[in-house]
């Protein structure tokens, strides 16, 4: 295997590739054609040479793809390249990030169990735990993420799961991974880290602790605004035995279509968050300059003045691609800044190649009663900015023409 140039792409030496060598070679299984570029195969099923083949593939004693609900080679790939990137032992693919959210809570907890999450959480996370669940007979408990006071009270019984996200949406908290793991296998629960803000270039959850990681591919992993798509990553236990059996028979399958724009969606991974992360903290830095002239607050994580800096450095390689900012004069002032912009485009999505800026209070936090908003610090003078790969100058001027109208 490896040893001649028209291999099937794996190596023996998969295992000591450095991350950007992961993104662009992990997880490659060529054809008989021996293509450069990852195949992608548009297939429902697959075909037996005999009726006894087709048999064995059933009863588990021959390993081979039988239906792509279950498995299918693209999305095979994607998944091995995705769970070297991340260190993990095994990746299952959704086909959006609500299916992987979903699928890796559900298929862990039973009426009559207890589930723990942080508050400030993305708002179909949050109506999974606060509505769907108990409906179940599960009791949900909201701690404010960032109190480990509060996890410490919440993680004082028996709990089934732990979920969390940092940096949070839209307030970039910063929750303690390893403090809330150390708390959550006291109480005989597993830790699910929403990672999608940080992506796996800027933080290893499983490193830090945590048990399972979910992704919005749509987000970073894209990165180019095309198609939806999700992760579950985890040790080959859980993915094989807690979550095989649920994601086979309820069916949030990855398309291969998707799957196969995500795959070379990785090989860029590592240089777009580079630049997302330079482009955000230019326009951070900018933003901060405005304080006192029409901005009242810049939080981002990369900066001196976010609350958790220490703690940021600590878990997070670097700040991310999203600045948040609040303006002067409540939703009013916000929607002026945001109508004033003439580059940055006005969108809910994010981690796009494109700069996107959101309203969260009358978005994607709308459907919130006004102590939720107030409790999470989602203010109307607040305003999301996704910073994209554009010349990090470019975007400054468009924020500075916006923030004199
Ligand atoms: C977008 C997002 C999701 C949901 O992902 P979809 O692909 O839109 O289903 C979940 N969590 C976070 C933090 C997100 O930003």
Wanted: glycine share 10%; hydrophobic share 40%; charged share 20%.
């Amino acid at each position: 295997m490896g040893s001649d140039n028209t291999s099937n792409g794996t190596s023996p030496n998969a295992k000591t590739w450095r991350p950007q060598t992961r993104m662009v070679r992990g997880g490659l299984e060529r054809t008989g054609f021996s293509e450069t570029s990852e195949a992608l195969f548009l297939t429902s099923g697959y075909v037996y040479g005999s009726a006894e083949e087709a048999q064995e593939s059933f009863d588990g004693t021959r390993e081979r793809y039988v239906y792509s609900r279950f498995r299918n080679p693209t999305v095979a790939m994607f998944e091995d390249r995705l769970a070297g990137i991340e260190g993990a032992e095994a990746c299952r693919a959704t086909a959006s990030g609500m299916a992987a959210v979903h699928a890796a809570l559900l298929c862990q907890v039973k009426a009559g169990d207890r589930v723990v999450a942080s508050r400030a959480l993305f708002g179909s996370c949050s109506w999974i735990i606060t509505e769907l669940m108990p409906r179940y007979g599960i009791t949900p408990v909201l701690v404010e993420g960032t109190d480990l006071d509060q996890w410490r009270e919440a993680l004082s019984q028996p709990t089934a799961c732990v979920f969390i996200e940092t940096p949070s949406n839209p307030t970039l908290e910063i929750i303690d991974i390893p403090a809330v793991a150390e708390l959550a296998h006291k109480a005989g629960a597993r830790l699910v880290v929403d990672n999608v803000f940080a992506t796996p270039v800027l933080q290893s959850p499983l490193a830090l602790g945590a048990d399972v990681v979910v992704y919005s591919a749509t987000k970073h992993i894209d990165g180019q605004g095309r198609c939806l798509g999700g992760a579950i990553l985890s040790d080959a236990a859980f993915i094989n035995d807690v979550l095989g059996p649920y994601l086979r028979h309820t069916g949030p399958a990855l398309s291969p279509f998707n799957a196969w724009v995500l795959l070379k969606g990785l090989e860029t991974l590592d240089l777009r968050i580079e630049r997302h992360c330079a482009n955000a903290l230019k326009v951070a830095h900018f933003l901060e300059s405005r304080i006192g002239k029409g901005l009242k607050r810049v939080i981002y994580p990369g900066l001196d003045s976010h609350p958790q800096r220490a703690l940021a450095s600590r878990q997070m390689r670097a700040g991310g691609s999203i600045v948040v900012f609040e303006v002067e004069g409540g939703r009013e002032g916000a929607y002026r800044v945001m109508n004033g912009l003439r580059l940055v485009d006005i969108s809910n999505n994010l981690g796009d190649a494109k700069s996107l800026i959101t309203h969260p209070s009358t978005t994607t936090h709308q459907r919130l009663p006004a102590e939720e908003k107030m409790a999470m610090g989602v203010t109307e003078g607040m305003i999301r900015l996704s910073v994209g790969l554009e010349d990090a100058q470019d975007l400054i001027e468009d924020l500075e023409a916006a923030l004199s109208v």
